[in-house]
């Protein structure tokens, strides 16, 4: 049973526009959510998180919002650039950093940014 | 270098023989973890360490695997008797505690 679900497992957006993807999660207990980025052959790179307790973060070109009654949060990358092509990761912890119960994947979401 | 570093990089081996996977954390980090992720598939959560403490092992797939981290640094883990199932990238990951975990580049394990 998957707690943490991308549902497109890929997405093709122009550059400069907006790229937005998308989670949804099943666990009402989780706490604390992060999005990882990850080329091929290479390990995760951690992108931007959020606690529980807000409803969006923001860094730079990208933010993330928490919609927790939806159970519901999304990633929004503006603007897209060529080099944002990747697999972006959703992921979950019931506590900051992890803990003993470490993170809960989502399967990915391939971004490909169109020149 | 100032990341995590896992070696090998890749691995192939024979169905039934043992591995052994090893992970160096950043520097001063007490949180270490280790996933494995399958082709098509999210990370799955193995195990996790915290400075010298016996890890909680439920998490590990079978009885076959195992994982050790001497002295509160470099991590091991081991795989005997390996499956085709095995086969996938194992990453590791460490954090100062409560902080965000950072990734190594994984080991790409392939089992003939």
């Known amino acids: 049973d998957q707690q943490v679900k991308q549902n497109s497992p890929s997405l093709s957006v122009q550059e400069g526009r907006i790229s937005i993807l998308n989670c949804d999660y099943t666990n009402s207990m989780f706490d604390y959510f992060l999005w990882y980025k990850k080329y091929p052959a290479e390990g995760p790179t951690f992108l931007i998180s959020?606690?529980?307790?807000?409803d969006k973060n923001e860094d730079g070109r990208f933010t993330v919002f928490l919609n927790k009654s939806a159970k519901h949060l999304s990633l929004h990358i503006v603007p897209s650039q060529p080099g944002d092509s990747a697999v972006y990761f959703c992921a979950a912890s019931l506590y900051s950093g992890g803990g003993a119960d470490g993170l809960t994947f989502g399967k990915g979401t391939h971004l490909i940014i169109q020149p | 270098g100032a990341g995590v570093s896992q070696s090998p990089s890749n691995k192939v081996t024979e169905k039934g023989k043992d591995v052994e996977l090893r992970c160096d954390p950043i520097?001063?980090?007490?949180?270490l973890y280790w996933y494995r992720q399958s082709l098509g598939q999210g990370l799955e959560f193995l195990i996790y360490f915290q400075g010298n403490s016996a890890p909680d092992k439920s998490g590990l797939p079978s009885d076959r695997f195992s994982a050790e981290r001497t002295g509160g640094s470099v991590s091991t883990l081991t795989i005997q008797r390996t499956q085709q199932e095995d086969s996938a990238v194992y990453l590791c990951a460490s954090s100062g505690g409560w902080e965000t975990q950072y990734f190594g580049p994984g080991t790409r394990l392939l089992v003939l």
């Open positions: 520097s001063g980090h007490t949180a």
């Open positions: 959020i606690s529980s307790i807000k």
